[in-house]
């Protein structure tokens, strides 16, 4: 069974930073998971928590305890979970790749992140058989999905909304915190601004040289509380699973300091949105955000929709054949030796090597010929759900039990 567990929509962001998986762990995490179940994946973004699996007999209420046993996470959470299985899971993770379950509907940032917690599984062998070809399948999915649909040209994402509603508020000095995907949009798209400075920080310093525009200063996190009460904005970026910037950081009197927190579990301490001089805003609040483009993503989505029919028919298609392939391998083996028994025969009485040759074509090409037509018509009527008992009559024509 292709299973899948998450965590729910609209689940608190107080529940949700209680439910994640640090980005560090992830082999150590694959490496347990992978003691209770076939394959797993782990789908961690900063607004989603996903776990992959495949298993084959394990309840609902076992797997929880395992997943959640791996996570060290509290049962008294276990409410703010689902668990889907099968064609429910197939479903939701093309829909994932395609943007409909992403918290800016349409936003196709979460295609990469997908196809890095892919590589992560593959590289400590998490992936090898049906899971593997689910997301192999859910990514060519996404690909197809924004190609066409074109969504690109109505781009949006939470840090560009942050970038945005900040840009609007006249900020012209930021801080950016973290320089993973987020931060590298974050940067991006205010250097296509008339901005005057960005301080951008990080825990790697060899990034100096990666950025070639003379408003980008590099800073440690050490030197981050020189600068912070300077500037007009301040985004949050990590995926430190503690607190970056605590109130006391922040000087009680100054501008107008404006903070947009895209981080989970959040970089801002809760207690900053109390000052006076701080307007604070987390994933949740930016992603309810006036967003004028939402209904014609949403249209062009729809409108598209069909192609995750096509990937998903094309999967469970190769799951219902998957099942025949013992089948499928006995019929030709079967056939391998009917025609060599005869073909056999025939040289044990025959002294020409011509005649042999000839003889040795024609039985195996004869036999190859009712093999071949036996199997497609086995593979047609497994795929109309009638495979059972079509697999009955050939067995019975081609004795194979015997």
């Known amino acids: 069974m292709i299973g899948l567990l998450g965590v729910k929509r609209n689940t608190p962001l107080e529940v949700r930073e209680k439910l994640i998986v640090t980005c560090k762990n992830h082999d150590l995490y694959i490496d347990k998971l992978l003691k209770y179940f076939k394959e797993a994946v782990i789908l961690a973004t900063c607004n989603r928590?996903?776990?992959?699996?495949?298993?084959?007999?394990?309840?609902?209420e076992e797997i929880l305890k395992k997943i959640f046993e791996v996570f060290n996470w509290n049962l008294n959470y276990k409410e703010y979970i689902f668990i889907s299985a099968n064609k429910r899971a197939y479903t939701h993770l093309f829909e994932v790749c395609s943007g409909f379950h992403s918290k800016i509907v349409g936003e196709d940032q979460i295609l990469g992140q997908v196809k890095n917690a892919y590589e992560e599984?593959?590289?400590?062998?998490?992936?090898?058989?049906?899971?593997?070809?689910?997301?192999?399948?859910?990514?060519?999915?996404?690909?197809?999905?924004?190609?066409?649909?074109?969504?690109?040209?109505?781009?949006?994402?939470?840090?560009?909304?942050?970038?945005?509603?900040?840009?609007?508020?006249?900020?012209?000095?930021?801080?950016?915190?973290?320089?993973?995907?987020?931060?590298?949009?974050?940067?991006?798209?205010?250097?296509?601004?008339?901005?005057s400075k960005i301080y951008l920080v990080v825990r790697n310093m060899s990034i100096i040289n990666e950025i070639q525009d003379d408003r980008v200063e590099v800073i440690s996190f050490d030197h981050k509380n020189k600068y912070i009460n300077d500037v007009d904005c301040v985004i949050g970026c990590t995926s430190a699973p503690h607190v970056i910037v605590k109130a006391r950081d922040i000087s009680e009197k100054g501008k107008k300091l404006y903070m947009y927190d895209l981080a989970v579990?959040?970089?801002?301490?809760?207690?900053i949105s109390y000052l006076n001089r701080t307007e604070v805003y987390n994933i949740d609040e930016i992603s309810r955000m006036n967003d004028e483009n939402k209904k014609l993503r949403i249209k062009k989505m729809e409108?598209?929709?069909?192609?995750?029919?096509?990937?998903?028919?094309?999967?469970?298609?190769?799951?219902?054949?998957?099942?025949?392939?013992?089948?499928?391998?006995?019929?030709?083996?079967?056939?391998?030796?009917?025609?060599?028994?005869?073909?056999?025969?025939?040289?044990?009485?025959s002294n020409s090597k011509d005649h042999i040759m000839l003889v040795n074509q024609l039985v195996e090409s004869t036999s190859n010929f009712y093999i071949n037509n036996a199997i497609d018509v086995l593979k047609e009527e497994t795929l109309k759900g009638c495979g059972n008992e079509c697999l009955r009559i050939i067995e019975k024509i081609f004795k194979m039990k015997e």
């Not at 928590?49 to 609902?60: A, G, Q, R």
């Open 49 to 60: 928590t996903e776990i992959y699996f495949n298993v084959f007999d394990m309840d609902n």
């Open 121 to 195: 599984a593959l590289k400590r062998k998490g992936v090898t058989c049906e899971l593997q070809r689910l997301f192999q399948q859910a990514l060519s999915c996404g690909k197809k999905f924004k190609s066409t649909s074109r969504l690109y040209e109505i781009p949006v994402s939470s840090v560009s909304i942050a970038v945005k509603e900040s840009i609007n508020k006249a900020c012209n000095t930021y801080m950016i915190l973290g320089y993973g995907d987020v931060g590298k949009l974050a940067v991006k798209y205010l250097l296509c601004h008339k901005i």
């Open 265 to 271: 579990p959040r970089d801002f301490e809760e207690e």
């Open 303 to 349: 409108e598209h929709k069909y192609i995750l029919i096509q990937y998903l028919n094309e999967y469970e298609e190769w799951i219902k054949l998957r099942e025949i392939v013992p089948s499928i391998q006995e019929l030709k083996s079967l056939g391998n030796n009917v025609s060599q028994k005869r073909i056999n025969t025939f040289v044990n009485k």
